[in-house]
């Protein structure tokens, strides 16, 4: 089922059980659906794509919740963290830390990579296979522990 009519529906129930944090959450995802989509006329978003839009959304959020963090200001961090855990529900399950090890063991030993110097050579063929199942970030980590760095 395509994203968009998903959060509709959702947005709806949440409209209903009068649910306000879930209610911002899904309007932020429906509100990043629309951007994407008013950025190509046309342009369909797929799979790859919503998992993608709403990866950014997790991304933009977490660093939200650090600021405020640091600011002392938990009322927002705590208006964050719910949308987080709703924008999170709606992600396939993520990959715990062992596996995305041995994934990118294996996607290294595959591209041939010896050290650090072939970082590049790893980086983008493991973001390609692990899209959507954990962040870059962790992608970027764990490959430079396993280089070496």
């Known amino acids: 089922m ?6 509709n529906d959702a947005i709806k129930e949440a409209m209903k059980q009068k649910n306000q944090a879930r209610l911002r959450g899904l309007r932020a995802i429906k509100s990043a659906i629309l951007l994407a989509q008013t950025e190509k006329v046309g342009a369909l978003i797929d799979e790859a794509k919503s998992v993608q839009i709403l990866q950014k959304l997790v ?12 600011q002392g200001r938990d009322d927002l961090f705590q208006i964050e963290k719910e949308e987080l855990e709703v924008i999170e529900s709606f992600l396939p399950a993520q990959m715990d830390a062992d596996t995305l090890k041995a994934e990118i063991a294996a996607i290294i030993k595959e591209v041939g990579a010896l050290g650090m110097a072939d970082l590049k050579k790893v980086m983008p063929v493991a973001i390609q296979k692990l899209a959507g199942k954990t962040d870059n970030k962790a992608i970027a980590d764990t490959i430079k522990s396993l280089l070496g760095a």
């Open 59 to 70: 991304k933009q959020r977490r660093d939200s919740m650090a600021i405020y963090q640091e």
């Open 2 to 7: 395509d994203l968009s009519l998903t959060i």
